[in-house]
Every structure is written in structure tokens, then in C-alpha cells.
């Protein structure tokens, strides 16, 4: 099946710092990848949509200098939390769709962020 | 706009008895279904996925669910349930709008007590 790798799969940081989340497919071309951010004990919250080569769609309420994305290849999308915040802190997921696949979503295994 | 609503946040059965958790939509045209199951600290997974069809859709380990167009409903089954299926289950249905995002419904968490 289409597997989806996110790195690191944990990160400490100071408050303060700029932390940089990959997402990659690593069997498929995805022209769509999702980022969500998952609080403990609770469903997942879309951020926003990446699109390969265009600009980021972002969802209500979330702050685009905050977490700045970067789909630069059909590979590859990143997320930037910059200047992060103990608030910040959170269970960061991504997912790809694949096309070929009926437009299903595969999901990466998750980045724990937590922010001293 | 679409919607999911999973009936029961926790659901608890005894190893080896049949696991029911319950999904209804909300979608104005024909739906396309997803279910997910999440284990502790990992990313999600996919169980199974309902586009067009059978409505009758089998997944993996032992997951099947039943789309049913006249109760708006997709409930997950599985006719016995293993340890090894305690986790955290979503179903969740694609949106038309240009994005294909997934709505999410709430989560439940299955128990299964030896």
C-alpha cells in the first residue's frame, strides 16, 4: 500500500525556535497533502490543505506566519512551526492522496512536538 | 455541508464478541466513506473505504462496514473482536469542495477486555 514517512517523529524544542516537520510519499506522486494537528483524546483538526507548486490552503482560525508550508515537490511538503509556543505543543500528523488510489488519503505516523 | 457523527465515544466488549461502532453522515450527494483506526502515538491507518458499488465493503483485519443509503449509515463491524484491535477508530467522509479534505467525526475508542 502507498506509504506516507513523516520526520522527525519526535522534537523538543525551547520557546522561541522555529521547528520544521517533513511529510513525504514515498511510493506515489501526491499533487494534495493535508496537515492536521491532533490534541490528546480527541479527533484530528485539518490546519490547512498544501498543493504542490501554489500556495497553502489554510482553514479558519489558523495563523499562516505561524505555520508556514511548503509543498515544493509531489514528493515532499513541509510545516514550519515558527517562533513556537509551549501552546504549540501537539501530535502534528500529515496524509497524501493518491490519485490512482480513488483519491484515498494515506496518513504519515505522526510528530510529537513539545515546546519547553 | 457534510457531516459525521460516531454514536459513542468509548465502546468496551470482551475479546472474541462482535464489535459494532456506529457512523451517520450528513451529505447532500453520494458520499464517499472512510474508516481509520489510530493506535497510540502513530499516525492513522485505513481500514476500509466505501466510493461507489457494493455497499457492502470488507477491510483489513477482520473490518467490514455497510453503507446504507436510507439510515445515512457506515457502522464499522467485526465479528470477533482480538486484543490487538483495542485502539481508536474514525470515520470520516470526503468533501466536495475543491480540496477532497476529510471530515472527521469524533473518534471512539474500542476496549477489549480479556
Known amino acids: 500500500g502507498a506509504v506516507v514517512s513523516q520526520h522527525p517523529s519526535w522534537v523538543i524544542c525551547k520557546s522561541g525556535t522555529s521547528v520544521k516537520i517533513e511529510c513525504r510519499s514515498l511510493?506515489?506522486?501526491?499533487?494534495?497533502m493535508f496537515w492536521y494537528r491532533q490534541f490528546p483524546k480527541q479527533s484530528l483538526m485539518l490546519m490547512a490543505t498544501?498543493?504542490?507548486?501554489?500556495?497553502?490552503?489554510?482553514e479558519q482560525g489558523v495563523e499562516k506566519d505561524k505555520f508556514l508550508i511548503n509543498h515544493a515537490s509531489l514528493t515532499l511538503s513541509t510545516l514550519t512551526v515558527t517562533s513556537a509556543h509551549p501552546e504549540d505543543s501537539s501530535f502534528y500528523i500529515c496524509?497524501?492522496?493518491?490519485?490512482?488510489?480513488?483519491?484515498?488519503?494515506?496518513f504519515g505516523p505522526g510528530t510529537r512536538l513539545l515546546v519547553l | 455541508a457534510q457531516s459525521v457523527t460516531q454514536l459513542g465515544s468509548h465502546v468496551s466488549v470482551s475479546e472474541g464478541a462482535l464489535v459494532l461502532l456506529r457512523c451517520n453522515y450528513s451529505?447532500?450527494?453520494?458520499?464517499?466513506l472512510f474508516w481509520y483506526v489510530q493506535y497510540p502515538n502513530q499516525g492513522l491507518q485505513l481500514l476500509l473505504k466505501?466510493?461507489?458499488?457494493?455497499?457492502l465493503v470488507k477491510g483489513i483485519n477482520g473490518f467490514e462496514a455497510e453503507f446504507k443509503k436510507s439510515e445515512t449509515s457506515f457502522h464499522l463491524t467485526n465479528p470477533s473482536a482480538h486484543m490487538s484491535d483495542a485502539a481508536e477508530y474514525f470515520c470520516?467522509?470526503?468533501?466536495?469542495?475543491?480540496?477532497?479534505?476529510?471530515?472527521f467525526g469524533q473518534g471512539t475508542t474500542l476496549q477489549v477486555k480479556p
Open positions: 496524509s497524501a492522496r493518491d490519485y490512482g488510489g480513488q483519491e484515498t488519503q494515506y
Open positions: 511510493d506515489f506522486q501526491a499533487t494534495t
Open positions: 498544501s498543493n504542490e507548486g501554489s500556495k497553502a490552503t489554510y
Open positions: 451529505s447532500s450527494v453520494p458520499p464517499y
Open positions: 466505501y466510493t461507489t458499488g457494493a455497499t
Open positions: 470520516a467522509v470526503r468533501s466536495y469542495s475543491n480540496t477532497g479534505k476529510l471530515i
